[in-house]
């Protein structure tokens, strides 16, 4: 997963899958990144062609974990079957989803 700093935000973009095979790692690394929760964080999906429910637990334990610290949380870069299964499960109300890294580099200011 790369793992990027602009100025005080750090964007994660996870490859193809985010599934039981790799979202511990994935979830440790979002962790080890974002310290108490305070600061502002994108995950920016567009490398990603599927997601398990085990990569939707990620999802909402970081999203938790954000609000819980004070900071933000914003998903972009979203395909029409992930945008699907984050519409479906409700998250779209939980975690705000933009198209671009700079739209929700915007929604930040």
Known sequence: ???EKRNEVTIFTPGQRVDANNSADIEKTIFENVGNGGGKVIIDLSQVDYMSSAG????????????????????????????????????VGIIQCYDSVDQCLASFQ
């Open 56 to 91: 939707l637990r990620v999802l909402l334990v970081t999203a938790k974990h954000m609000t819980q610290g004070g900071g933000r949380l914003g998903l972009c870069h979203l395909n029409a079957h992930v945008k699907e299964i984050i519409e479906v499960t409700g998250f």
């Open 1 to 3: 997963m790369l793992v």
